[in-house]
């Protein structure tokens, strides 16, 4: 039963907007530090931010900036390459080893040296600060996690939609997922300043963490219940799966109901940012408004 559950115990801490501030980065002369913005990821005139050469991505890394991938020269193996893989596996960035064509393609400055890292353009938030901002409003906690999502557009438009619907925050993977690009940002229509998003490395794992948090977990999914017939309220995270193969199995089995949208029309199936707008309303209204 539901109310078996004990109650989330909250830390007071101020939820600081300074988490979410873009990264600014000055463009300087030298090849060994170049940062521009990258034309390979542009869309609708805006894009991606990345780190450019050896030493740069390095200390970019080791300063603790936030990094969402690396693309590496495939078969380079040596010294400073070894320490950028180590570094970015002490960090949970993902590496993506390519062709010397393809970094060609993605430089502007032509002095890549084997390797370009992609910036986020905003920081991630941690777990607590989900936490911290339900309990400044006096609401039980209310997240998205995203399994999966990898269109820009779709995560900026969830972002949106969290913060609309009075989410508290939006979980991602770090792995196989979009980050916090450009692209994702402005899609947000500026959601991304007041809505915390965490990034973290399992989302099975995360699930299971925060239900020892009090919280219950429902995943969007065609074959689940009626999402009228299921009990929304209280501490929620609503699931929303990739947008070709929906909630991975193993999430799945980590959630605690299945919701399905009725459907009444000859197509049976819901663009990712349209199924988590539903079926965020439908908690809305469980909870008897924005956040109650």
Known sequence: MRDDKKKNSF???????????????????????????DDELQEDGISNLTIEGRNAVIEALRSGRTIDKIFVLDGCQDGPIATIRKEAKKAGIMMKFVSRDRLDQISETGAH??????????????????????????????????????????????????????AHGVIIPKNRAVGLTATVAKTSAGAL?????????????????????????????????????????????????????????????????IAAIPMKGEINSLNASVAAGVLAFEIVRQRGGYGK
């Open 11 to 37: 830390k007071r801490d101020s939820f600081k907007h300074e988490n979410h501030k873009k990264d600014n980065f000055k463009k300087e002369k030298s090849g060994r530090e170049d940062f521009h913005r």
């Open 113 to 166: 040296q084997g390797v370009i890292a992609y910036a986020a353009a905003y920081s991630y938030s941690e777990m607590d600060d989900i936490f911290n901002l339900a309990e400044e409003k006096g609401e039980a906690p209310f997240v998205f996690l995203l399994d999966n999502i990898e269109d820009p557009h779709n995560l900026g438009a969830i972002i949106r939609t969290a913060n609309i619907a009075g």
């Open 193 to 257: 300043n007041y809505t915390p998003v965490v990034k973290v490395t399992n989302m099975a794992r995360t699930i299971e963490e925060l239900k020892n948090r009090g919280m219950w977990f429902v995943g969007a999914d065609m074959d689940g219940s009626p999402m009228y017939d299921l009990d929304l309220k209280g501490s929620i995270g609503l699931v929303i799966g990739n947008e070709g193969s929906g909630v991975s199995k193993l999430v799945r089995e980590k959630c605690d109901m």
